[in-house]
């Protein structure tokens, strides 16, 4: 199995941009497709972006209309995900995750991180 770990939340105004950082240990992390994901406070949890296991397929959900950019290095065992153009509604709880398919429904993933949080202010 492989152990993930989130860094890079923090507070930002809005307009502003944020990294996120999702590091693995453990199985080799090319195994594994990633994807992220965010939650709000009394809310679902929102799919975002999702990246294969060499990196050559992405999918994005609708709604970020091209604000955020995932990415990985497999040399680095380290997944990221790029966020430009905050906005206060992106505030939430952001958690990268793996599993060996590729996919979008969070209940399909087998490996969450703690998650971090991203707080945008107006």
């Known amino acids: 199995q492989v152990q993930l770990v989130e860094s890079g939340g923090g507070l930002v105004q809005a307009g502003g941009s944020l990294r996120l950082s999702c590091a693995a240990s453990g199985r080799t992390f090319s195994s594994y497709s990633i994807g992220w994901f965010r939650q709000a406070p009394g809310e679902v949890r929102d799919f975002l972006a999702v990246?294969?296991?060499?990196?050559?397929?992405?999918y994005y959900a609708d709604f970020l209309k091209g604000r955020f950019t995932i990415s990985r290095d497999n040399a680095k065992n380290t997944a990221y995900l790029q966020m430009n153009s905050l906005k206060p509604e992106d505030t939430a709880v952001y958690y990268c995750a793996a599993d060996d398919q590729y996919g979008s429904n969070w209940y399909m993933y087998d490996f969450w991180g703690q998650g971090t949080q991203v707080t945008v202010s107006s």
């Open positions: 990246i294969s296991r060499s990196g050559d397929r992405t």
